[in-house]
T-cell receptor, first 114, second 113 residues
Framework: ETGVTQTPRHLVMGMTNKKSLKCEQH?????MYWYKQSAKKPLELMFV???????ENNSVPSRFSPECPNSSHLFLHLHTLQPEDSALYLC?????????????FGSGTQLSVL | GENVEQHPSTLSVQEGDSAVIKCTYSDSASNYFPWYKQELGKGPQLIIDIRSNVGEKKDQRIAVTLNKTAKHFSLHITETQPEDSAVYFCAASLPAGNTPLVFGKGTRLSVIA
């Protein structure tokens, strides 16, 4: 148990659906992240939040919309996704952003877009 | 920006043998090099890290070495066990501001009993 919990573990959705991924951390960290993990590709950073403020947005399509209501919770809202968006979506947290911080990952949500 | 290359992509070793995974980075200003292990169905977990002011770090059966001149770093696992089977990721980070980690593509290690 890493202290970072993601739900759901698996999600299948059609291209016209709207769904949300949820992440919760119990570590008292101030920074939270969304990563995309696709087969045979490096982990791709999508969004970074520090103290509930978005500090990084790595040119992610607008069909992905993050929300960070407080420092313990992070959401990723999904709408009109494409089949190429199928991947494992990982949430992570760290004490602070930058400064070579250690990341604590959740187990991920395996997303399939049909 | 920083680019990290990782080799090999897959590695099979007999139980008890050693395993070595190598990474190279492009930006000489990078100063932090962690290694993450991802088991099936789980997210990556940090197993060891090294900063640019040291050349080697050990933690029981795992060790990491860093060659700043050549811009490469390696993970060494000795006396491998079946539970070492996983995907291993190296990463590199620049020292300034909110710079995120740049990850390699991963190495799938299989330890054969």
């Amino acid at each position: 148990e890493t202290g970072v919990t993601q739900t759901p573990r698996h999600l299948v959705m059609g291209m016209t659906n709207k769904k949300s991924l949820k992440c919760e951390q119990h570590l008292g960290h101030n920074a939270m992240y969304w990563y995309k993990q696709s087969a045979k590709k490096p982990l791709e950073l999508m969004f970074v939040y520090s103290l509930e403020e978005r500090v990084e947005n790595n040119s992610v399509p607008s069909r992905f919309s993050p929300e960070c209501p407080n420092s313990s919770h992070l959401f990723l809202h999904l709408h009109t996704l494409q089949p190429e968006d199928s991947a494992l979506y990982l949430c992570a947290s760290s004490q602070q952003t930058g400064r070579n911080e250690k990341l604590f990952f959740g187990s991920g949500t395996q997303l399939s877009v049909l | 920006g920083e680019n990290v290359e990782q080799h090999p992509s897959t590695l099979s070793v007999q139980e008890g043998d050693s395993a070595v995974i190598k990474c190279t980075y492009s930006d000489s200003a990078s100063n932090y090099f962690p290694w993450y292990k991802q088991e099936l169905g789980k997210g990556p977990q940090l197993i060891i890290d090294i900063r640019s002011n040291v050349g080697e770090k050990k933690d029981q059966r795992i060790a990491v070495t860093l060659n700043k001149t050549a811009k490469h770093f390696s993970l060494h696992i000795t006396e491998t066990q079946p539970e070492d089977s996983a995907v291993y990721f190296c990463a590199a980070s620049l020292p300034a501001g909110n710079t995120p980690l740049v990850f390699g593509k991963g190495t799938r290690l299989s330890v054969i009993a």
